[in-house]
């Protein structure tokens, strides 16, 4: 009897790899490899778009032609004839090769190509059997022999890791992925389209400052070799659009990448995106009623609603968004009566109770804040704008009239998170260098985020800051919530991650 021969072993990446080099090698022998004369007129998505509800008659009578380019994602092999799919930059369309159209040489010649090739291909649209939109291929090329085999089509990318490392690859394989960041650059384009139809002056300033300022942050340095100085990545842009403010420049945005030297997480990269911008007359309430339509009208532009879901759970962006002071939350979201909210003891008490020991100098403020931070912030899922930040971590922001142990700061939390922080802007420049100082001191007791004293911004606000209305949006946390992606990696197309081992 004769014993069955054992199957044989899959090829893996290195053989993979090997064979397609051999055929490139082959590719070259017999003239250009990677040809750059084939021009697309067709994109698979208009195709799919203009003939798609036509009856398989109509299209066969209509004769439309095609010239399409993209990559192989499937292939099937049936004798004289092949059918494959080719996606390009707007969806897929099936391609149908045979011998009677192309020629016997043609056809083999496509045989031996691999999934993940480009090609170009030419013909006429029809419809199969089962009424799928195809091109009935005249005239096929090789554009570009890809050396490096495509994920298993029914597995995918499952390694979450080797998404974010290849994100090239990622794109090729995951719709949803493509879809995202489609998303986000609709939310920046809609976003940049609403500023400047308000009134709002784009605008571009350093990333690199020879003084980090504009948050409290560690920053990264560097060293500018001609300067013979050190200089830092911006950790903000707010200090440089405040000076284009006083200098007569009334409402101005910058839609920033800024840099800070801190930790990873789902919700933190040291390289994000922000939307910064400045308007002359306005105050924090003003703010506040501007923020709230900027995102409204980015989540309808960029998704279609702003009656979104996160995590399973609703988030309205149409409804007005609740606004509460940092002291009321405390009222409405902790359990605290409205009597401990005014008692620092009380206070003091409910914060070694969630395990936060308040240092001897803190004010009232800061005590309602530090309570705030540890009970509050995280169920703050529905859009609220919280307000009346203490003096002491609000460096750069302008008193309360009628409080001035507070600011006229709020930032904005939907889902639990920090999405926006805007004040009205500290324009008394006596009272900013003294924050400034204090702040100076700060840093040279060892707190490594404590801002530096910017005399060159002293001296811009001495000649004159109008009042003025200032504010900063998240723009990735902005987009994990319109694309429900759990992880900030997950809308950063090429995120910071540790070096490969």
Known sequence: MTPTPPAALPLDDN????ERREKLAAIRAQGVAFPNDFKPRDHAGDLHRLHEGKPAEELEALGAPACVAGRMM??????????????????????YVTADAVGAEALATFKHWDLGDILGAEGVLFKTRTGELSIKVSAIRLLTKSLRPLPDKFHGMADQ????????????????????????SKAVSSMRQFMVEHGFLEVETPMLHPIPGGANARPFSTHHNALDQQMFLRIAPELYLKRLVVGGFERVFEINRSFRNEGVSVRHNPEFTMMEFYAAYWNHHDLMDFTEAVLRHVARKAVGTAQLSYGGQPVDLEAPFARLSVRDSLVVHAAVGAADAEDASALRAKLEA???EAPAHWSLAELQFGLFEASVEEKLWQPTFIVDY?????PLARASDTNPAVTERFELFITGREFGNCFSELNDPEDQAARFAAQAANKEAGDEEAMYFDADYIRALEHGL?????????????IMLLTDSPNIRDVILFPALRKES
Request: hydrophobic content about 35%; glycine content about 12%.
């Open 466 to 478: 109008p009042p003025t209305g200032g504010c900063g949006i998240g723009i990735d946390r902005l």
């Open 390 to 394: 203490p003096v002491e971590v609000s």
């Open 74 to 95: 499937l292939k099937r092999v049936m004798g004289k004839a092949c059918f494959a799919t080719l996606q390009d930059g707007s969806g897929r369309i099936q391609l």
């Open 161 to 184: 890791e080797l998404k974010y490392r290849q994100r090239e690859l990622d794109l090729i394989m995951d719709e949803a992925s493509r879809e995202r960041f489609r998303s986000r």
């Open 15 to 18: 053989q993979l790899m090997a």
């Open 354 to 356: 969630h395990g936060k």
